[in-house]
């Protein structure tokens, strides 16, 4: 049973890291460039893999901390994805709403975790509470079609996030745990805001040289 575990975690730890990669490799490349898309599709594949695999290990082994940081991982790979995917845009609302629905049950879940005192504390705290905003905007917030490349965006710019901050939690030792879990989305956040303001500013130039 315990070898069975261990393939899991392994392919938990290989779908991370290939995911990790390919997400930092997307981020540097064109937004709707060939490059950028395939590199993209790889690392929401692999994101989610990695996700679900964190699901199953806590599961396997009761962890409410990795339960909640996998179901946070998880809503913001397929929101993004939603959003991004080429289908009829009420179809792409509703789908985006059913999975905002699911993401603020994971987000009161990571809060009643934290303020029960089992695990996670202020990190848990800090990711529910990005979660909620992201899956409150699914479900409230009117969302043009020219807007969802921002929500697609986003979202994946925080899974890729969630990547980098895995691979810190389990390689870097030499750090504060706090400075280790929220360091990435304090650096990240400004990037993605600005990276999905910059790619808005390109649009918006060529629609108006043309």
Same mark, same amino acid.
């Given at each position: 049973m315990e070898l069975k575990y261990e393939y899991l975690l392994?392919?938990?730890? *290989?779908? +991370?890291g290939i995911a990790l990669i390919a997400g930092l490799c997307a981020a540097f490349l064109k937004k709707g460039s060939k490059g950028h898309s395939r590199?993209?599709?790889?690392?929401?594949?692999?994101?989610a893999s990695s996700a679900i695999s964190a699901l199953l290990l806590a599961l396997w082994h009761p962890n409410p901390f990795l339960l909640g940081i996998g179901f946070f991982t998880l809503y913001l790979? *397929?929101? +993004?994805?939603?959003w991004i995917r080429r289908m009829p845009f009420g179809k792409k609302v509703k789908l985006a709403k059913?999975?905002?629905a699911a993401g603020i049950l994971a987000a009161i879940y990571m809060?009643?975790?934290?303020i029960t005192g089992k695990s996670g504390g202020i990190i848990l705290y800090v990711f529910a509470g990005i979660l909620?905003?992201?899956?409150?905007a699914d479900l409230v917030v009117k969302?043009?079609?020219?807007?969802?490349?921002g929500k697609h965006g986003g979202r994946m710019g925080g899974a890729l996030v969630a990547a980098v901050t895995a691979f810190m939690?389990?390689?870097v030792y030499f750090l504060p745990p706090l400075l280790v879990w929220l360091g990435p989305t304090v650096i990240g956040t400004p990037l993605i805001i600005l990276g999905i303001r910059r790619f808005y500013t390109r649009s918006k130039s060529k629609n108006d040289e043309g």
């Open positions: 392994y392919t938990h730890a *290989s779908a +991370g590199l993209g599709k790889t690392f929401a594949c692999f994101m790979v *397929s929101s +993004g994805w939603i059913a999975i905002g809060f009643y975790v934290g909620s905003i992201f899956s409150l969302t043009a079609p020219n807007k969802a490349a939690a389990t390689n």
